[in-house]
């Protein structure tokens, strides 16, 4: 998403993803400019 953001000149990088539980209680937060930092397979 980042990769594909950047060719189209959108900035993703101060966004992140919030993990929450069943209960909806917070359990961890990822920020994308983590994600474009690391090396990504798939």
């Known amino acids: 998403m980042i990769a594909e ?4 000149g959108e ?3 101060d966004l ?4 929450r539980d069943r209960a909806n209680q917070h ?5 994308f400019s983590e994600m474009s930092n690391s090396k990504v397979t798939g």
């Open 5 to 8: 953001g950047d060719q189209k």
């Open 16 to 19: 992140s993803f919030e993990i």
């Open 11 to 13: 900035d993703w990088h």
């Open 27 to 31: 359990v961890l937060t990822v920020a």
